[in-house]
């Protein structure tokens, strides 16, 4: 049964009416996903005749119906004007963690030869990312997930960035001996009992809770940095934690303390400099 792409737009739209925020942009860019065409040609050919009973497309309107990701079902996200692999192995990386690599961007030297550690890797993409700004740079990505090393290995080949980017199984720095010049991180900082969108009950939990408060794993990165002296630290963090980082920090040597904010305007990270006495 063919139906045109305009009269398909709009079932797919009456369909996600009340599940997603904005129905009629998600219906368009499922069916760009799905038929590998630019808005261009969604909007110059809205009269030609679709299929409407494909088993793929009748499979991706009914998860999307049920608040799966649209990145889960097209195996794409886009991130830092680039295009990466994603599935249910690692998290979909949002728009504002851009700003996680901003920060590091301003902070270190693009020609320095460094060992820059991430912790969580996820998909790969933040490590990446740092692997093409810094050419002199090693850089050593841990995750504590099997999986989304799966995912990571697979962007950082599709990148050609294998013999510059160490995946690493392991809890945070425990698989890490040498010695770290610059530490960056999005790790877990959502509180367990916090309400979340029905969209996130799909997406890895490991890689969202981050303790009974919210903020454990990052008290546990910054034992990491003081004990092991790391110069830089740059890490994401919910909107809420400022004042617990500033109070859990009150005590060290800590030679500058900078926080960011996202283009909301929330608290989302912040960039630690530890004393070099």
Known sequence: MSKRLKELHDDITQKLQGIVE????????LLMAYLQKDQLYFITHSDDWIEDDE??????????????????LTNRVSFYSRDFYIDEGALIPRPETEHLIDEVLDSVE?????????????????SILLALHFPNARLIAVDISARALA????????YGLTDRIELREGDLLSCVDERVDV??????????DAPLDSNLSYE????????????????RLLDEVLRRSVPL?????????????????????????????????????????????
């Open 22 to 29: 904005f129905p009629r942009r998600e219906a368009e860019l």
């Open 55 to 72: 088993p793929k497309l009748l499979e991706w309107i009914e998860k999307r119906s049920r608040n799966v990701p649209l990145e889960y």
């Open 110 to 126: 693009r020609d320095d030869s460094l060992t820059i550690v991430e912790v969580g890797v996820g998909s790969g993409i933040i």
């Open 151 to 158: 995912v990571a290995k697979r962007n950082i080949e599709s």
């Open 183 to 192: 530490l960056v991180s999005n790790p877990p900082y959502i509180a367990h």
């Open 204 to 219: 890895p939990q490991n890689a969202l809770f981050g303790g009974e408060i919210g903020d454990e794993i990052i008290r």
């Open 233 to 277: 630290f740059v890490c994401e963090m919910g909107y809420d934690q400022q004042d617990k980082v500033q109070d859990y920090l009150r005590n060290f040597a800590v030679k500058s303390l900078k926080f960011y904010k996202d283009l909301a305007s929330f608290d989302r990270g912040f960039v630690l400099r530890i004393s070099d006495e």
